[in-house]
């Protein structure tokens, strides 16, 4: 039973580690929006923390989330983690309570770090944005967790206490 972590920073038992820069924990360079190196049905599991948002929404989001589909077997299970628009934006406009250096960090989790040319997010979801373009990729039993308790990762992200991640676990439908 394989398993894809898309974008993994950290080596794993039983995980594969895809990623768009080369790297020590990296077992297949490539890009997110293409899994043709894998053939249909290769996965039990996917999983991507805060990778969905770097894809447009017009052109890109549904056709990757339907390619990641695609390399799942049936029945497979799909963890996706994004930040969450929602709790973010309630955050950021909390001028009264965060200085100008705590909005601005907000911020850069809202739009990127652009740390490099893959740290830009191009798209905001929320958990009705989120289901609505799971679904249209094929995905059902959508269900939000507080925790995925697999990696220790940008999933688990507190600020000030506050968790900024949207969690979902969905289903390969048939």
Known sequence: MRKLHIGGHV???GWEVLDANPG???????????????A????????????????????ELVTTLREWRRVMSAGGT???????LARLSSLFVLRDQLDLQERFHVMRMMFG?????????V???DQDFLATFLADAGFSN???????GLFNDTSEMLFKGIPISLNVI???SI
């Open 123 to 125: 798209v905001g979801l």
């Open 113 to 121: 770090g652009h740390a490099d040319r893959y740290d830009y997010h």
């Open 170 to 172: 969905a289903e390969k």
């Open 78 to 84: 799909l963890y996706v983690s994004v930040p969450d």
């Open 24 to 38: 020590p924990v990296v077992d297949h360079v490539g890009d997110a929006r293409d899994l043709s190196q894998f």
């Open 142 to 148: 959508l269900k939000r967790v507080a925790s995925f």
């Open 40 to 59: 249909d049905e290769t996965f039990a599991a996917v999983y991507a923390s805060h990778v969905v948002e770097h894809l447009d929404y017009k052109d």
């Open 11 to 13: 080596r794993a038992d």
